[in-house]
């Protein structure tokens, strides 16, 4: 069993920055390929950000290639989404997601989610 639990969401201004955290508990969590989703009212929850267990391979949607930055720290058992540029559409709630398989994970292979952390950002 993993535990995920998400900070640092919050209200932001178009091209401001805000970084998103997620803290992990319990099984080994280099084991883990851990990504990033987001969910806008009235969507679907849908990809944004994955990084391998040893973060060498990261890759991302690519409505945010370019001003999202994902990375972890297997030491602290954290994993981070540096979010710059923000742009109303940017709005969703966060999920952090843990996942068992190597790659780009969809929705359905994510084997375990944190609660979320809303993002909001106006014009």
């Known amino acids: 069993q993993v535990q995920l639990v998400e900070s640092g969401g919050g209200l932001a201004q178009a091209g401001d920055s805000l970084t998103l955290s997620c803290a992990a508990s319990?099984?080994?969590?280099?084991?883990?390929?851990l990504g990033w989703f987001r969910q806008a009212p009235g969507k679907e929850r849908e990809f944004v950000a994955t990084?391998?267990?040893?973060?060498?391979?990261?890759h991302y949607a690519d409505t945010v290639k370019g001003r999202f930055t994902i990375s972890r720290d297997n030491a602290k058992d954290m994993v981070y989404l540096q979010m710059n540029s923000l742009k109303p559409e940017d709005t969703a709630v966060y999920y952090c997601?843990?996942?068992?398989?190597?790659?780009?994970?969809?929705?359905?292979?994510?084997?375990?989610w944190g609660q979320g952390t809303q993002v909001t950002v106006s014009s």
């Open positions: 997601a843990a996942v068992l398989k190597y790659g780009v994970p969809s929705v359905n292979e994510v084997n375990y």
């Open positions: 319990g099984r080994s969590f280099r084991s883990f390929t």
């Open positions: 990084i391998s267990g040893g973060a060498s391979f990261m």
